[in-house]
Structures are given as structure tokens and as C-alpha cells.
């Protein structure tokens, strides 16, 4: 297997960080655009897709500025974050993506990110 490499995506939103904070990091917000059912308990987050499951853990956590996960399948170094950034030139929220993937699948990867954000700014009315 090859190694993976640290990818990162930016998405403008219109919405407050906190808000979107909540659906970034609480399992009511998760389940409204992530996942099928969101379940978290002693720091870790179920996630169930189509009676498929995966967890991941919380690494580390700021309010209203980001949340790293990291799927307890995978190795130590590799993680999924969440980060909130407000650009200084337009003020606008901005959401970043920080995933892992093979070098080959950093496009397929790329493309399933956009599909569930369009999901999430459906939900937020963005």
C-alpha cells in the first residue's frame, strides 16, 4: 500500500463559525449532512452509512475553530480535521478540509468532500 498524503480543500460559507461549528462537531450536526446516524461516547464519534460503520476519535478541539478526527482503523499520523478560518480580505467564514489519501485518490477523495459539503450548506441554507 502506498503511503498517503495530507490533502486540504477550502469552502466559502455564508454562516457563522459557530454555527457551523455545531454541525461540525456535535452528532445532531454531524447526522444532519455526514452520516446516516452519529453516536459519540467516551470521545469517539459512531458514524452508520447504509448499516456500515466507522468510528473516530477526537483528537483535538477548539469551539468555533476546529475539531481533528481521526478513524480508529487508520495509522497514528493520519487524521480528518475541520478547521473554521475567517478570510481577513472579505470576512467571509471560510470551512477547511484537512484529509488523508493516496496520491491517486486525492481527486476521488476531492469530489466525495464536495458532494457532502453541497449536502451541508444545503442544510445550512448556505
Known amino acids: 500500500m ?10 466559502p460559507v455564508r454562516c457563522s463559525p459557530s454555527i457551523l461549528y455545531e454541525f461540525l ?3 445532531a450536526g454531524l447526522q444532519e449532512w455526514f ?34 478526527l481521526r478513524w480508529l482503523h487508520a495509522p497514528k ?3 480528518f480535521e475541520f478547521r473554521i478560518q475567517i478570510s481577513e480580505v472579505t470576512n467571509m467564514t471560510i470551512l477547511v478540509i484537512r484529509d ?3 496520491k491517486k485518490e486525492v481527486a476521488d477523495q476531492s469530489q466525495l468532500w464536495d458532494y457532502q459539503i453541497k449536502d451541508l450548506f444545503h442544510r445550512i441554507g448556505n
Open 25 to 27: 462537531s456535535t452528532p
Open 2 to 11: 502506498s503511503k498517503k498524503v495530507q490533502y486540504e480543500l477550502e469552502y
Open 77 to 79: 499520523n493520519e487524521f
Open 35 to 68: 452520516a446516516d446516524k452519529v453516536d459519540f461516547r467516551d470521545n469517539v464519534f459512531s458514524f452508520s452509512w447504509n448499516g456500515s460503520a466507522e468510528e473516530a476519535e477526537v483528537l483535538e478541539q477548539e469551539d468555533d475553530e476546529y475539531i481533528r
Open 100 to 102: 488523508f489519501a493516496e
